[in-house]
Each structure stands twice: as C-alpha cells, then as structure tokens.
C-alpha cells in the first residue's frame, strides 16, 4: 500500500506493461510487414516455377493466413501469455466456431479440391455453380468469375465443386451446331449447296474435324439442314452471329425462303352453316 502510495505502481505495473504493449504491437505490425514480402517472394517463385496461377494465388493465400496467425501468437507470447494454454483454448474454441461455420469449412475443402483437381484455370470461361463468366480467381473460401457484360461474380467453392462443371475452353475448340430450315417448295440441293459454300469460304472454321452439313428432319412447315462447323474457342460467338448473317442473305438472294409458324383461322359469321 504505501509502494502504491509513494508511486511505485508506476515502475510496477503501467512501465512493464505499457513496455509489454508496445513490444507487442512491434512485432504483430513488422511480423505482419514480412510475412506479406515472403508471401510475395513465394508468390514470385512458384510463377517462375511456371505453377498454375489459379494454384499459385491459391498457396500465397495459405501462406499468408499461416504466417499471420504466427505473427499474432508471437505477440500474444511478448505480453506473457501462456501459449500452450491460449492454443488449448482456441483449439476447443475453434471446434464450436468450425460446427457453427460447417458451410465455410465446407467452402474451404472444396476450394482445397478444386486445386488439386483443377478443373478450370484463370481465364477459362466456365458453367458452374449456377452461374457462367470468365475465372478471376479461386480463394480460400470463394471463386472470383466476370461476366462478358463485366460483372462480378462469387460463387462460393462448395456450389461449384458439388455441382456440374462445364469448361468451355479446356479443349481448345468448339463445335456451333446449327438447324436452318427451308420451304417445302424450295430447292434442297441449292440450299445444301450454299450452306457448304459459307462453311468453305470461313477461314475461321477448322478443317479437321470437318463441318457437316446434313438433312436433319422433315419438320412440320420446314425441311430442316444441321450444320455443324468446328472452330477454336475464341471464335465461338463471333463466328456463329456471321454465319447467321450470312446464311439469311445467301437464303434471301437466291429465292431460298426460311419458314415461320404461322396459324390460318377461319370464321363464319352466325346463323351461317358451317
């Protein structure tokens, strides 16, 4: 009482703490400074190693996470904390916070799959998850898409990994398959004709595998073609609005008609037989 009263509490208590405090924050603020320039370095090297990009932002992001829980106990540890039972508590703590958080735990093993797996990279344009767009990123918890309309899109990993996964560009080419239908009255070799001659004269389109173009079906008010040209990737949308285009010009300069539903209706007028 009288160490209190002559001051001493200052010496005893808020000089070491205060001195603990700082210390403290020193280490959390510069552990933080380098554990975000190795997570770079590494970041660095794993892209010289020529790894996936997806995988490598993926590890730099684990990375991170580790170093800055490691930087965190170090400072905890610098105020006189006990560590070995401060990681007992969490432990026990973190068993209720991962039942009371299944769905992210869940986000994450999947997001661990998708790497190993890699069913997708960045950049390919990809169906999943109920959704399409462009690959950004896959994160911890999260997958990162853009839309052609430039929107952003997350979807979290679980959805996309528990799900149907449609890669449009993996393989590298596409097949456009097509239906153009014609009249009953109009001449099916001419049309057969200049449906092969578009396909001929689009450098876009590959010659192997080889465009097909068939009679696909006698439909009720059209005889219908299947055109079925292959083309890389890339040139997907660009190439099946030109053949649209151009199939409907060819069509309309050589007197070539495409039908439409249409619907006759009769009346009579009442008291009239029918």
Same mark, same amino acid.
């Given at each position: 009482?009288?160490?209190?009263?002559?001051?001493?509490?200052?010496?005893?208590?808020?000089?070491?703490?205060?001195?603990?405090?700082?210390?403290? &924050?020193?280490?959390?603020?510069? @552990?933080?400074?380098?554990?975000?320039?190795?997570?770079?370095?590494?970041?660095?090297?794993?892209?010289?190693?020529?790894?996936?990009?997806?995988?490598?932002?993926?590890?730099?992001?684990?990375?991170? @996470? %580790?170093? &800055?829980?490691?930087?965190?106990?170090?400072?905890?540890?610098?105020?006189?904390?006990?560590?070995?039972?401060?990681?007992?508590?969490?432990?026990?703590? @973190?068993?209720? =916070?991962?039942?009371?958080?299944?769905?992210?735990?869940?986000?994450?093993?999947?997001?661990?799959?998708?790497?190993?797996?890699?069913?997708?990279? =960045?950049?390919?344009?990809?169906?999943?998850? @109920?959704?399409?767009?462009?690959? /950004?990123?896959?994160?911890?918890?999260?997958?990162?898409?853009?839309?052609?309309?430039?929107?952003?899109?997350? %979807?979290?990993?679980?959805?996309?990994?528990?799900?149907?996964?449609?890669?449009?560009?993996?393989?590298?080419?596409?097949?456009?398959?097509?239906?153009?239908?014609?009249?009953?009255?109009? /001449?099916?070799?001419?049309?057969?004709? &200049?449906?092969?001659?578009?396909?001929?004269?689009?450098?876009?389109?590959?010659?192997?595998?080889?465009?097909?173009?068939?009679?696909?079906?006698?439909?009720?008010?059209?005889?219908?073609?299947?055109?079925?040209?292959?083309?890389?990737?890339?040139?997907?949308?660009?190439?099946?609005?030109? &053949?649209?285009?151009?199939?409907?010009?060819?069509? /309309?300069?050589?007197?070539?008609?495409?039908?439409?539903?249409?619907?006759?209706?009769?009346?009579?007028?009442?008291?009239?037989?029918?």
């Amino acid at each position: 009482m009288n160490e209190l009263m002559n001051g001493d509490w200052l010496d005893l208590y808020v000089i070491p703490w205060a001195t603990n405090i700082a210390l403290a &924050l020193v280490i959390f603020f510069v @552990g933080k400074w380098v554990a975000r320039i190795a997570t770079n370095v590494a970041r660095r090297l794993m892209s010289k190693a020529q790894m996936d990009e997806m995988l490598v932002r993926f590890l730099a992001n684990i990375t991170y @996470g %580790v170093l &800055l829980v490691a930087v965190a106990l170090a400072a905890l540890d610098s105020l006189g904390l006990n560590i070995t039972s401060l990681i007992a508590v969490l432990g026990a703590a @973190g068993l209720a =916070v991962g039942l009371a958080l299944k769905d992210s735990l869940a986000n994450f093993a999947a997001g661990v799959m998708l790497v190993i797996f890699r069913p997708f990279k =960045v950049g390919d344009y990809i169906n999943a998850g @109920g959704t399409a767009g462009t690959v /950004d990123e896959i994160a911890l918890f999260k997958t990162l898409l853009h839309t052609p309309d430039n929107q952003r899109v997350i %979807v979290p990993n679980s959805a996309i990994f528990g799900g149907i996964i449609v890669n449009v560009n993996t393989l590298g080419t596409r097949r456009l398959d097509l239906v153009f239908g014609i009249g009953y009255d109009d /001449d099916m070799k001419k049309a057969k004709e &200049l449906l092969e001659q578009i396909i001929a004269d689009d450098e876009r389109i590959l010659k192997e595998p080889a465009a097909a173009v068939s009679l696909g079906e006698l439909a009720d008010s059209s005889v219908n073609f299947n055109v079925r040209p292959w083309c890389n990737a890339d040139d997907y949308w660009g190439l099946r609005s030109d &053949l649209l285009t151009r199939v409907k010009e060819a069509f /309309d300069a050589n007197g070539i008609s495409i039908p439409y539903p249409q619907q006759d209706v009769h009346y009579h007028q009442a008291g009239e037989a029918a």
